[in-house]
C-alpha cells in the first residue's frame, strides 16, 4: 500500500536514513527529527519501496504534519 | 560583584534571579528571539537579546553571551546547567574578559567533562570505579572485541564527552558491539564534536544515587548527603529523591566521604555532584561528576535549608565561607522532586511541544516547592527541554512527602501540550514506588500499570 509518513512533531530534521529507491520493511527507521533534544524517529508503517523524500538532514523549524517519505 | 549575567533560560534562570536578588545583587538576563517575552527576562533588571530560536545560534554562542555580559555591566556569569554550564571554553572566556565565572575551575570541567579521564581520576582518588575500557576514536576500532570480552555484557557505549544521558548506548552481546559503538561515535561527534567513546560495564539492575558536594576551592570540601534518582525514561531522571530510601546508613556515609575525597583531590569550587551507581548488593561505583548545579539540587535544598546557588555565588564572590563546614548540614526528613515534562507517555515519552493554553499551578504552601519558567500563554518550543516545571515537596518522612506531592500534582491545570503529570501521580501510588522497591528498570518495568 502507498502510503505517506509524516512529521509527528515540529522538529530539526537531524538524520535521513533512505533515499528513493530503497526498499524498507514495515517499522524500519526512515529519518529522525531532533526535538526538544530529544531523538524522535519516525518509521515506516507498510513494507515498500521509497519514492520519494521530501525533508533533508539540518532542516529546521519543520512544521508538525510535514510529508516527509513518500512509500510505494 | 554588584551585576550577575544568568546565562540561561526557563525556570533555573528564573531560580538564580531569585538567589541574586536575596543577596543584594542586580540581574541580566539573556534571551534568543523565541523567549523574548519570557518569565526569566521579565523577572530580571535587564536583558540582552543573544540570537535567534536555535540553541547553538544563541544560548550557545560564547561570543554573544560575553557580548550581553559587556554591553549590560555585568561583572559576573552565572551558567545555570545545560547549554554553557560545562563548557571550559565558556568559563575561561569569562575568567579572560575580566567578569568573575560562578563556577568550577575550567580545567576541573575539562578533567570531568571527559567522562573517561574522570574515571580515571576518581579511581585515582579511591573512589571504587566499573569496569572500562579505554577510548576507542572514530575509524579505530583496534581491539574492540577483546575490550568488549573484558568489561563483560551487557555494557554501555559511552561517549567521552557525553552525560546527562546523551550519547549511551546499551548492547547485549558481542556480536552488536561494533555497529553500536561505530553508531555512538558518529552521533557523538555530530552532538559534542567529539567522536570518542568507552565501554562501561552495565550493572542492572541498579540504583542511580549521588551525592552533592561542595568545595571551597582550597582541598576543604562538604558534603550535603545523597539524592536517589533512579525514576528514570531514556535514561534521564524524572523523580529524585532524599534520603534514598533503603539505603544502608554506612553505604550513604561510604559514598559521602569516597565523593570528598575526589573533591578534595581536584580542590574542587562550588557545587558538584558525584554520581554513583548501586548494585543489589550496596555495593556503589562511580559514574560521573557534574561540575554545576543540577537540575534536582531542590531536594538537597528541602531537605538540609540550604540555598545551593547563593552559596554559589557568595563562594564566586569571595565571601568568608570559612565557618561554613560539615557542621552545619543538618538534613531532616524527606524531600522529593517530580519534573513536570511536556511529553506523551502513552506514546514512548514522545515530546509535546505546544502553547499553554492554560496553565495554572498548585499554590507553594509549607512543604511545598514550586520552580517553574513559564506563564499561561507561553509557548513550550520544540527548541528547548521540554521540562515545564519542577515540583518538589518535603516532609516530616517519605510517605507524608509522597502524600503532599499526590495531592500538589492534582492541583496543576495544563492544556495545551500533553504532560506527564498524570503519569507521575500513578507512581506515587505505586506499591513498589510507596516500598521504596525502585530501581532504573522501574519506568519499562511498571509501564502497563503507569500509562
Not at chain 2, 37 to 53: C, N, T
Not at chain 2, 79 to 89: M, Q
Not at chain 2, 122 to 146: C, E
Request: charged share 25%.
Amino acid at each position: 500500500m502507498a502510503h505517506t509518513v509524516h512529521t509527528q512533531i515540529p522538529g530539526n530534521v537531524w538524520k535521513v536514513l533512505v533515499k528513493p529507491g530503497d526498499k524498507v520493511k514495515a517499522g524500519d527507521e526512515l529519518f529522525i527529527l531532533e526535538v526538544m533534544k530529544t531523538e524522535v524517529p519516525h518509521t515506516a508503517e507498510e513494507d515498500g519501496e521509497v519514492t520519494a523524500v521530501h525533508i533533508n538532514e539540518g532542516d529546521e523549524g519543520v512544521d508538525a504534519g510535514t510529508a516527509a517519505v513518500d512509500i510505494s | 560583584m554588584n551585576k550577575v549575567l544568568v546565562a540561561n533560560r526557563g525556570e533555573i534562570a528564573c531560580r538564580v534571579i531569585r538567589s541574586c536578588r536575596s543577596l543584594g545583587l542586580a540581574t541580566v538576563a539573556v534571551h534568543s528571539e523565541a523567549d523574548a517575552k519570557a518569565l526569566h527576562v521579565a523577572m530580571a533588571d535587564e536583558a540582552q537579546p543573544v540570537g535567534p530560536a536555535k540553541a547553538a545560534d544563541s544560548y550557545l554562542k560564547i561570543g554573544n553571551i560575553l557580548t550581553a555580559a559587556q554591553a549590560s555591566g555585568a561583572n559576573a556569569v552565572h551558567p545555570g546547567y545545560g547549554f554553557l554550564a560545562e563548557n571550559a571554553d565558556f568559563a575561561r572566556a569569562v575568567g579572560n574578559a575580566g567578569l568573575v565565572w560562578i563556577g568550577p575551575r575550567p580545567e576541573t570541567i575539562t578533567d570531568m567533562g571527559d567522562k573517561e579521564r574522570a574515571r580515571l581520576l576518581a579511581k585515582g582518588a579511591g573512589v571504587p570505579v566499573l569496569p572500562g575500557s579505554p577510548r576507542f576514536l572514530p575509524g579505530d576500532l583496534g581491539g574492540l572485541d577483546g575490550a568488549g570480552a573484558a568489561v563483560g555484557f551487557p555494557l554501555l557505549v559511552k561517549a567521552s564527552a557525553g552525560g546527562g544521558g546523551i550519547g549511551m548506548r546499551r548492547v547485549d552481546d558481542a556480536g552488536g558491539l561494533p555497529e553500536v559503538v561505530a553508531a555512538t561515535q558518529a552521533m557523538a561527534e555530530k552532538a559534542f564534536g567529539d567522536g570518542a567513546v568507552y565501554l562501561e560495564k552495565l550493572v542492572a539492575p541498579a540504583r542511580h544515587v549521588e551525592i552533592q558536594v561542595f568545595g571551597f576551592g582550597d582541598g576543604r570540601a562538604i558534603h550535603l548527603h545523597e539524592r536517589e534518582c533512579s525514576i528514570q525514561r531514556r535514561f534521564q531522571k524524572i523523580i529524585e529523591e532524599s534520603p534514598a530510601p533503603g539505603l544502608a546508613p554506612e553505604v550513604g556515609a561510604a559514598m559521602a566521604e569516597a565523593a570528598l575525597s575526589l573533591a578534595a583531590q581536584e580542590r574542587y569550587r562550588g557545587a558538584g555532584t558525584v554520581e554513583f551507581v548501586v548494585g543489589p548488593d550496596q555495593d556503589f561505583r562511580f559514574l560521573e561528576m557534574n561540575t554545576r548545579i543540577q537540575v534536582e539540587h531542590p531536594v538537597t535544598e528541602m531537605r538540609t535549608g540550604v540555598d545551593l546557588v547563593a552559596l554559589q555565588i557568595r563562594l564566586a564572590r569571595g565571601d568568608d565561607l570559612s565557618e561554613f563546614d560539615q557542621a552545619r548540614i543538618q538534613p531532616a526528613g524527606h524531600a522529593i522532586e517530580c519534573r513536570v515534562y511536556a511529553e506523551r507517555p502513552e506514546m514512548n515519552f514522545l515530546p509535546s511541544p505546544g502553547r499553554l493554553a492554560v496553565f495554572a499551578l498548585p499554590v507553594e504552601t509549607e512543604g511545598l516547592r514550586i520552580d517553574s519558567g513559564f506563564r499561561e500563554g507561553d509557548e513550550i518550543t520544540f527548541h528547548y527541554d521540554p521540562m515545564i516545571a519542577k515540583v518538589i515537596t518535603h516532609g516530616s518522612d517519605r510517605d507524608a512527602a509522597i502524600g503532599r506531592m499526590a495531592v500538589a500534582l492534582e492541583q496543576f491545570r495544563i492544556e495545551g501540550p500533553s504532560t506527564n503529570i498524570a503519569f507521575l501521580r500513578k507512581v506515587m501510588d505505586h506499591d513498589d514506588f510507596r516500598a521504596g522497591r525502585i530501581d532504573t528498570g522501574f519506568v519499562e518495568a511498571n509501564k502497563t500499570g503507569l500509562i
